[in-house]
């Protein structure tokens, strides 16, 4: 079958080429997507490139133009036949069976993939799935390749899972602090995206995670320090680009503040113009110069910044007035998703695209009617509220970052690239050794760890078991005791979940019976939650408890109280955290690293438990 696929890509590969040189837009000879290191942005695109876009945007229809716009989600693992139940789903809600009819009705410039819509399922369906999607793109009247995007952060936040290499997450590295490392992962997963035909990564997150409360942002953040975070930005942007795809960094000016999810509210943002420059900027500034093709704005209100009090996507000021003059960016500009209520709760649905690109948006992402969000915009420029040549500024950006990726040149990925490239045992060995780097131990009472598998070798692996941020590993108590056998433990694994019950509880206790030492996987523990109930109840008898945090770091003020020995933050619960954070219990390596964030005290947040910077060692 892949011998199969790669004969017939090269064949629609060689007609693509043909097809972009007929429309006078072959790129130059060796610049190719791999190569393509550059920026986005308009000094950077020769005069005579542009001037073959500019004839190729002159050639458009205004349908075409504003399709380019859009980039929109699609149900199905293939973009001419998918299953039924997601045909189904797309008639639904698009109105149309499949990726390639929606391309061919609304011409969008780009389509966002999720595990949830079925387009993940494996390296080489994705890989056809992408080659499908360019086809129907190259069939379309201007003949214009896709944007392909998806929200690859990696961490809690991950739609590609394996086989594919899944690194640790933005605070897993912030933790690490090595920016060669933060460069290397962006590097590896960047070309894993390339060789599946996913061109547009929405990542790195450059907020600043300065709220501990924080809803949505939390470990997709690299910690605290504006200037920290900017350092691994711009390692991350420089990784991603280097391998030849687009890189995103948001939400700006900045979601690191908030304590409501804009997924379901409008957060509103109390910094002042100062501190906004302080705290929030510095991670956008740094993604700016490090060359990133593409800012995500966020649907968050900051009244310092635009005193109407508009969500930052729909805000020129923010939008036009800080991030295009002041900061100087000239490259494209996306949309949070505008499914999400953040952006819906002031103006209307078919408000939305024309406000966004008035205030200096690009691309309008994933609006819940395709049709409302599209007939919209063609009804806004033919009455003149918004100018064709306002439309050809941004179909320029984007047309510009298409030539830059070689999509014109290469649109086609092979079987054989995703075979040479996915999941490769070097990938998979270098997250391990990253992963290694970033393990934080914050208490280790009467030195337990490293724990001896001669004194302590039969364990009870019990706590929450969230589902898989990508589909595919876990769940962590099974991950977790499989790691402990692989190092010479007998681990035996118990999910007790994120609020435990009673029974859970006892079923736990009586499991410990017996046991040389327990290891509990911690969820966000809250001020009312049963896990802190569950630790306790394990202290009591007498075996040593480790708990170890999946997912934020500041379980342990919660925990405080609880009688357990030492504590671990591992900042996610993919499989190469959790045995990472297994080979530091185990002594296999030692822990090096270091918090992003500081820890504060739960009965109160004035006073600092462990300040940024703290880590034990063994």
């Not at 049709?371 to 509220?385: I, P, Q, R, T």
């Not at 859970?504 to 802190?532: E, F, H, L």
Request: charged share 20%.
């Amino acid at each position: 079958m892949h011998h199969r696929t790669s004969r017939r890509t090269l064949l629609t590969a060689t007609a693509a080429t043909a097809v972009a040189a007929a429309a006078g837009m072959a790129t130059a000879p060796g610049a190719s997507a791999a190569q393509g290191t550059g920026t986005a942005h308009s000094g950077h695109t020769s005069a005579a490139t542009t001037r073959r876009l500019k004839r190729l945007i002159s050639r458009m229809s205004l349908e075409e133009k504003v399709g380019q716009l859009f980039v929109m989600r699609v149900y199905g693992h293939s973009a001419t036949d998918p299953d039924q139940a997601d045909i189904d789903s797309n008639l639904a809600e698009i109105g149309v069976r499949t990726a390639a009819e929606m391309i061919a009705k609304y011409h969008v410039g780009g389509i966002i993939y999720f595990a949830w819509a079925h387009n993940t399922r494996d390296p080489h369906q994705i890989a056809e799935l992408s080659n499908g999607i360019q086809r129907a793109g190259l069939a379309g009247p201007s003949r214009i390749p896709l944007l392909i995007s998806t929200d690859q952060e990696h961490g809690i936040v991950c739609r590609v899972g394996e086989p594919a290499t899944l690194m640790p997450g933005a605070m897993a590295l912030g933790a690490g602090g090595s920016r060669s490392d933060a460069r290397r992962a962006g590097q590896i997963a960047g070309a894993e995206l390339a060789a599946l035909g996913i061109n547009q990564n929405y990542a790195p997150d450059a907020d600043v995670n300065v709220n501990p409360a924080n809803p949505v942002i939390g470990v997709r953040s690299f910690g605290s320090d504006p200037q920290s975070v900017a350092g691994m930005v711009a390692a991350q942007v420089k990784g991603y680009q280097s391998a030849g795809i687009a890189s995103t960094a948001k939400h700006f000016p900045g979601h690191g503040d908030t304590s409501t999810d804009s997924h379901t509210g409008l957060p509103v943002i109390g910094h002042t113009r100062e501190q906004w420059a302080e705290l929030d900027a510095p991670p956008f500034r740094a993604a700016v110069a490090a060359g990133i093709d593409s800012i995500m704005t966020a649907h968050i209100v900051v009244p310092a910044l635009d005193p109407a009090e508009d969500p930052a996507t729909l805000s020129k000021p923010i939008l036009t007035g800080i991030l295009r003059e002041e900061l100087g960016y000239d490259g494209v500009v996306v949309t949070d998703s505008l499914g999400m209520q953040g952006v819906r709760t002031k103006y209307g649905d078919e408000r939305v695209p024309v406000l966004a690109l008035q205030a200096g948006v690009d691309q309008l992402l994933n609006p819940p009617s395709l049709d409302v969000s599209w007939n919209a915009l063609l009804a806004a420029v033919k009455s003149g509220e918004v100018s064709e040549a306002r439309l050809d500024e941004s179909i320029l950006r984007i047309l510009r970052l298409k030539t830059k990726l070689g999509l014109f040149d290469r649109p086609f990925v092979s079987g054989h690239g995703v075979d040479r490239t996915v999941g490769t045992r070097a990938h998979l060995a270098a997250a391990d050794r990253i992963a290694e780097r970033t393990t934080t131990l914050l208490a280790n009472e009467g030195r337990l760890l490293p724990l001896s598998r001669r004194s302590h070798r039969n364990l009870l692996v019990v706590g929450a078991d969230p589902a898989s941020p990508s589909g595919t590993t876990g769940p962590p108590t099974k991950t977790l005791a499989e790691a402990f056998d692989e190092l010479g433990f007998a681990a035996t694994a118990l999910s007790t979940g994120t609020a435990p019950t009673k029974a859970a509880i006892d079923a736990a206790v009586a499991a410990a019976r017996g046991k040389d030492a327990v290891v509990v996987g911690t969820y966000n523990v809250s001020a009312t939650s049963s896990q802190r109930t569950l630790v306790s109840a394990l202290a009591a008898t007498g075996v040593p408890v480790i708990t170890v945090a999946i997912r934020n770091p500041y379980d342990i003020a919660r925990l405080a109280d609880t009688g357990h020995r030492a504590h671990l933050a591992a900042y996610s619960w993919t499989d190469v955290e959790l045995r990472a954070a297994a080979r530091v219990i185990a002594g296999r390596v030692r822990p090096e690293g270091k918090l992003p964030v500081p820890v504060q005290r739960a009965d109160d947040p004035s006073q600092v438990l462990y300040p940024v910077g703290y880590g034990l060692k063994y």
